[in-house]
């Protein structure tokens, strides 16, 4: 018999997120403490801002040595540092603090660097490799060294060809890297000192504030009587706790390590409610208002508010969740699951009681439309956050577990902030090595200048890119490479890097390295594989609205840009196009839908998100006739009545029966 692993175990095994040692206690302390100065003095800087760039590297100074005592530098080291461990802590502060410590004279040295500048900033390049490599695997480490590589050998390739550029040394990458607000020091490690930190500070104290458990609750009590309630609890959970946790794995399990005995007393086999699992957890990358941490990125690249990005991912969200809710009560139909008792608050008193857990998330927003800094807005809603927190005696946020929240943010963006060190490493030689005009030129070429061809090369390149490295790392690295060829086929911006930012999302659910698939099969005890292709499909929308809004002119509509009616049109069609994709993918609308059904809907859903006025009266016509189709055969079906065998009846019992035994 198998044992299901711990949620924590869960965790620390498969997202990057958490820190993976336990340290003893009075390192923790210490930990603890260093981790809530670096909180408090990121609110102070919200408030007081100074320069960008020493605020960077002290940033990085703490982030470091904080990284090489948290992580282990293999799995199955121990939970209490080696030697190397604080020997890399000490080395990572020494090399970080240096360029402070003679800040005016390091910045006027960038066309002239002393050797020390040069070993200095070679140590940090290392030392950020290394960290990256503890956090998030050794992948993206690989990524950045064959740049490295590129940059350096580069020089040897003939000028005229594609990729052959003049050559640089390892002075003149180094000081690319280290001296200036480029690389290291560049706009993805700003966005990690700044957006990101602040929305997991926020994400720790709504959560030890008790929201976590309020949104579960919640969850599990607007759902009680359908037989598809119990995905659905699954699935408003994963977009609930999503504002919290910001984290497809960590989403996940929360989410499983609660939902799944209900998913299987409801009589969900084990791959499909897995894959329920993992597409509600995939959510939470997806969910305002804090979104992932490459929209935070495409605000600075943009140089627009926030709250423009917020706009942008509104319908493309809400067509991923109809998605979802349409396959789950196609699902139920087809699993034959029914409704499941739970033991729940009523939500009207739930909501009377907790409801105030929903206020600081629409502060953010509020305060963001009235026109404050998203940074600002964020601190707010924190503030406000504490102060409600004390309205729940058993989660009042005392200065014992307030200051605890306010380290854990800091904890929870060590690998984001690690991984965003790298990718700037990877913009730089971009930058410098004119990298980007030439891969354009190269996909552009390719695909023959068509940009229906070019969007799906783009795609792929982006789901593969998003196999090797992180979804932050993969959204930078494909924005400065892949994006520009979209852009020189006319594609706007916000269109360009949304495409980007979704299929860098959506490699998280591609197989074979879909993290949050693997951990729902884990708690579901399901194939992984299968479990994969069963997220796949609930998630199947998502890889296709960003296409509509990149071939189509009207697809600016589903980006909320344009006229109020051509957004709300596009809306619609697009909905329609999703629901028409869900019968074609779980096939049973009414009764089950045969083959000729399916196609015919898959096909009116491609040509639905067209969103121009013939495909759109074209995919309109193809979908009138697959229901049409539909109901005569199922006319026919009924009229020549199939007799059940009492083992055919007993095999499509089987996956409840299974569960049913699984409980007892």
Same mark, same amino acid.
């Given at each position: 018999?198998?044992?299901?692993?711990?949620?924590?175990?869960?965790?620390?095994?498969?997202?990057?997120?958490?820190?993976?040692? *336990?340290?003893?206690? $009075?390192?923790?302390?210490?930990?603890?403490?260093?981790?809530?100065?670096?909180?408090?003095?990121?609110?102070?800087?919200?408030?007081?801002?100074?320069?960008?760039?020493?605020?960077?590297? !002290?940033?990085? $100074?703490?982030?470091?040595?904080?990284?090489?005592? =948290?992580?282990?530098?293999?799995?199955?080291?121990?939970?209490?540092?080696?030697?190397?461990?604080?020997?890399?802590?000490?080395?990572?502060?020494?090399?970080?603090?240096?360029?402070?410590?003679?800040?005016?004279?390091?910045?006027?040295?960038?066309?002239?660097?002393?050797?020390?500048?040069?070993?200095?900033?070679?140590?940090?390049?290392?030392?950020?490799?290394?960290?990256?490599?503890?956090?998030?695997?050794?992948?993206?480490?690989?990524? =950045?060294?064959?740049?490295?590589?590129?940059?350096?050998?580069?020089?040897?390739?003939?000028?005229?060809?594609?990729?052959?550029?003049?050559?640089?040394?390892?002075?003149?990458?180094?000081?690319?890297?280290?001296?200036?607000?480029?690389?290291?020091?560049?706009?993805?490690?700003?966005?990690?000192?700044?957006?990101?930190?602040?929305?997991?500070?926020?994400?720790?104290?709504?959560?030890?504030?008790?929201?976590?458990?309020?949104?579960?609750?919640?969850?599990?009590?607007?759902?009680?009587?359908?037989?598809?309630?119990?995905?659905?609890?699954?699935?408003?959970?994963?977009?609930?706790?999503?504002?919290?946790?910001? #984290?497809?794995?960590?989403?996940?399990?929360?989410?499983?390590?609660?939902?799944?005995?209900?998913?299987?007393?409801?009589?969900?086999?084990?791959?499909?409610?897995?894959?329920?699992?993992?597409? $509600?957890?995939?959510?939470?990358?997806?969910?305002?208002?804090?979104?992932?941490?490459?929209?935070?990125?495409?605000?600075?690249?943009?140089?627009?508010?926030?709250?423009?990005?917020?706009?942008?991912?509104?319908?493309?969200?809400?067509?991923?969740?109809?998605?979802?809710?349409? $396959?789950?009560?196609?699902?139920?139909?087809?699993?034959?699951? *029914?409704?499941?008792?739970?033991?729940?608050?009523?939500?009207?008193?739930?909501?009377?009681?907790?409801?105030?857990?929903?206020? #600081?998330?629409?502060?953010?927003?509020?305060?963001?439309?009235?026109?404050?800094?998203?940074?600002?807005?964020?601190?707010?809603?924190?503030?406000?956050?504490?102060?409600?927190?004390?309205?729940?005696?058993?989660?009042?946020?005392?200065?014992?577990?307030?200051?605890?929240?306010?380290?854990?943010?800091? !904890?929870?963006? !060590?690998?984001?902030?690690?991984? =965003?060190?790298?990718?700037?490493?990877?913009?730089?030689?971009?930058?410098?090595?004119?990298?980007?005009?030439?891969?354009?030129?190269?996909?552009?070429?390719?695909?023959?200048?068509?940009?229906?061809?070019?969007?799906?090369? =783009?795609?792929?390149?982006?789901?593969?890119?998003?196999?090797?490295?992180?979804?932050?790392?993969?959204?930078?690295?494909?924005?400065?490479?892949?994006?520009?060829?979209?852009?020189?086929?006319?594609?706007?911006?916000?269109?360009?890097?949304?495409?980007?930012?979704?299929?860098?999302?959506?490699?998280?659910?591609?197989?074979?390295?879909?993290?949050?698939?693997?951990?729902?099969?884990?708690?579901?005890?399901?194939?992984?594989?299968?479990?994969?292709?069963?997220?796949?499909?609930?998630?199947?929308?998502?890889?296709?609205?960003?296409?509509?809004?990149?071939?189509?002119?009207?697809?600016?509509?589903?980006?909320?840009?344009?006229?109020?009616?051509?957004?709300?049109?596009?809306?619609?069609? #697009?909905?329609?196009?999703?629901?028409?994709?869900?019968?074609?993918?779980?096939?049973?609308?009414?009764?089950?839908?045969?083959?000729?059904?399916?196609?015919?809907?898959?096909?009116?859903?491609?040509?639905?998100?067209?969103?121009?006025?013939?495909?759109?009266?074209?995919?309109?016509?193809?979908?009138?006739?697959?229901?049409?189709?539909?109901?005569?055969?199922?006319?026919?079906?009924?009229?020549?009545?199939?007799?059940?065998?009492?083992?055919?009846?007993? #095999?499509?019992?089987?996956?409840?029966?299974?569960?049913?035994?699984?409980?007892?």
């Amino acid at each position: 018999m198998t044992t299901t692993p711990s949620p924590e175990a869960l965790i620390a095994e498969l997202d990057a997120e958490r820190p993976a040692r *336990h340290l003893p206690g $009075a390192l923790s302390r210490a930990v603890t403490v260093i981790a809530l100065g670096l909180s408090l003095y990121v609110l102070w800087w919200t408030f007081f801002p100074g320069s960008v760039l020493p605020y960077r590297m !002290l940033f990085l $100074a703490v982030v470091l040595p904080l990284v090489f005592l =948290c992580y282990k530098p293999r799995r199955r080291g121990g939970d209490r540092p080696g030697a190397a461990d604080w020997a890399l802590a000490a080395l990572s502060l020494a090399a970080c603090l240096y360029p402070l410590a003679v800040f005016d004279d390091f910045i006027r040295r960038t066309f002239d660097p002393t050797g020390l500048d040069v070993v200095a900033g070679a140590v940090i390049c290392l030392l950020v490799l290394e960290a990256c490599r503890r956090t998030v695997g050794w992948l993206l480490p690989a990524v =950045c060294l064959a740049f490295l590589a590129y940059a350096y050998y580069g020089g040897y390739l003939p000028f005229d060809w594609l990729l052959g550029h003049r050559g640089y040394d390892i002075d003149r990458i180094v000081v690319s890297f280290v001296m200036g607000t480029d690389g290291v020091y560049g706009v993805p490690l700003d966005v990690a000192a700044t957006y990101i930190i602040l929305f997991t500070i926020y994400g720790a104290v709504l959560d030890h504030s008790g929201a976590g458990r309020f949104f579960v609750d919640v969850s599990l009590a607007a759902f009680r009587r359908s037989r598809a309630a119990p995905g659905r609890t699954v699935t408003l959970a994963g977009f609930l706790l999503g504002t919290v946790s910001g #984290s497809g794995v960590a989403t996940t399990v929360s989410v499983g390590s609660v939902a799944w005995p209900i998913l299987r007393r409801a009589g969900y086999p084990r791959e499909q409610g897995g894959g329920v699992l993992a597409a $509600a957890g995939i959510g939470a990358i997806l969910s305002p208002p804090t979104l992932g941490a490459a929209a935070f990125i495409i605000a600075e690249y943009m140089q627009v508010s926030y709250l423009t990005v917020l706009l942008y991912a509104l319908i493309p969200t809400l067509l991923y969740y109809l998605g979802i809710f349409l $396959a789950i009560e196609l699902d139920a139909r087809r699993y034959g699951t *029914h409704a499941v008792e739970v033991d729940a608050p009523r939500l009207w008193p739930l909501l009377r009681r907790s409801g105030y857990h929903f206020s #600081s998330l629409f502060v953010i927003v509020v305060l963001m439309a009235l026109g404050q800094s998203p940074f600002r807005a964020v601190v707010y809603a924190t503030i406000l956050a504490f102060a409600l927190s004390f309205l729940d005696p058993e989660h009042r946020l005392t200065p014992r577990r307030a200051a605890r929240s306010l380290a854990e943010g800091t !904890l929870g963006v !060590l690998p984001v902030a690690v991984t =965003c060190a790298a990718a700037g490493m990877i913009v730089a030689v971009v930058t410098l090595t004119g990298l980007g005009l030439k891969a354009s030129s190269l996909i552009v070429g390719v695909s023959g200048g068509v940009l229906a061809v070019t969007a799906l090369m =783009c795609a792929l390149a982006v789901l593969l890119l998003g196999l090797a490295v992180p979804v932050t790392a993969s959204f930078v690295i494909a924005a400065v490479i892949i994006a520009p060829a979209l852009k020189d086929l006319g594609v706007a911006d916000a269109e360009a890097y949304m495409f980007i930012f979704y299929y860098a999302v959506l490699s998280e659910v591609s197989p074979p390295t879909a993290l949050s698939a693997f951990a729902a099969s884990a708690i579901t005890g399901g194939n992984a594989y299968r479990t994969m292709l069963a997220t796949w499909k609930y998630t199947l929308p998502a890889f296709l609205v960003p296409f509509a809004f990149v071939l189509t002119p009207g697809g600016a509509g589903l980006l909320a840009q344009g006229p109020a009616g051509e957004v709300l049109l596009a809306a619609a069609v #697009s909905a329609l196009a999703v629901a028409a994709l869900a019968v074609a993918t779980g096939g049973r609308p009414e009764g089950p839908a045969g083959l000729p059904v399916r196609v015919l809907c898959g096909a009116a859903a491609v040509l639905l998100l067209f969103l121009s006025p013939v495909p759109v009266l074209a995919g309109a016509g193809v979908l009138v006739l697959a229901a049409a189709l539909h109901l005569v055969l199922r006319k026919l079906s009924r009229r020549v009545p199939s007799p059940e065998t009492p083992s055919a009846r007993a #095999s499509s019992e089987s996956p409840s029966r299974e569960n049913e035994r699984l409980d007892q």
